[in-house]
């Protein structure tokens, strides 16, 4: 080995001296942040297929009319995979099979949970005008509390109605006027579903 070998060699050594120590650390590092990037698809992979799973075990009781067991493989969906895309299909399908079925307090529960979880507002709002709609089988005051709130342009016509149909039942006409007026000044009412109200607000202005 002649001198620049040496020399060549030992800048080598000290350039391992200063440096090597960091590098060691830097790709066991991105090894570590790399295995656990792996190990979090696997977990959400693993995730998803077990709510999928969940989701069909659901709509197998669902499908044959078992309300028993599609409440219990229901509740398996939203206690365990809440956070998947399958926990409100799930709520709003158990919710209509509990209606098909006179359990009102229950669907009203049910249709609870996606107001309080789901993330999209249309979504929340449909589904506190499906709970609303539940109560007002049992307990139309207590229906009546549930569209006490603003909504988007999208619902503020069905929210109205709604609470004009309610108000005329426990005899507050003049109310339920008011609400049927301010259903038919609010967009989303087509040709004869506005017909309807007209004639709704028609027959309660006769009646107060």
């Known amino acids: 080995m002649d001198r620049t070998d040496e020399e060549q060699l030992q800048q080598l050594k000290d350039w391992w001296k200063r440096n090597g120590p960091p590098l060691l650390i830097g790709a066991g590092v991105a090894i570590a942040l790399a295995a656990g990037w792996w190990g979090y698809g696997n977990w959400q992979e693993r995730s998803a297929q077990q709510a999928a799973g969940a989701y069909a075990e659901f709509l197998q009781a669902e499908h044959g009319g078992e309300l028993e067991a599609a409440e219990e493989r229901g509740q398996r969906v939203l206690d365990r995979h809440a956070a998947s895309g399958y926990a409100v299909m799930t709520a709003l399908r158990l919710a209509r099979l509990q209606v098909e079925n006179e359990a009102f307090e229950r669907a009203a529960e ?47 016509a069905a929210y109205a109605e709604l609470r004009g149909d309610l108000l005329h039942e426990v005899g507050r006409d003049d109310e339920a006027a008011e609400a049927y007026r301010a259903a038919l000044d609010s967009e989303g009412l087509g040709g004869q579903a506005r017909e309807l109200v007209r004639l709704k607000l028609q027959a309660v202005e006769t009646e107060a």
């Open 110 to 156: 049910t249709l609870g949970w996606v107001v309080d979880h789901a993330d999209d507002r249309p979504m929340r709002e449909l589904a506190r005008l499906r709970q609303a709609r539940a109560l007002a089988e049992i307990d139309p005051e207590r229906a009546l509390t549930r569209l006490d709130v603003d909504v988007s342009d999208g619902f503020r």
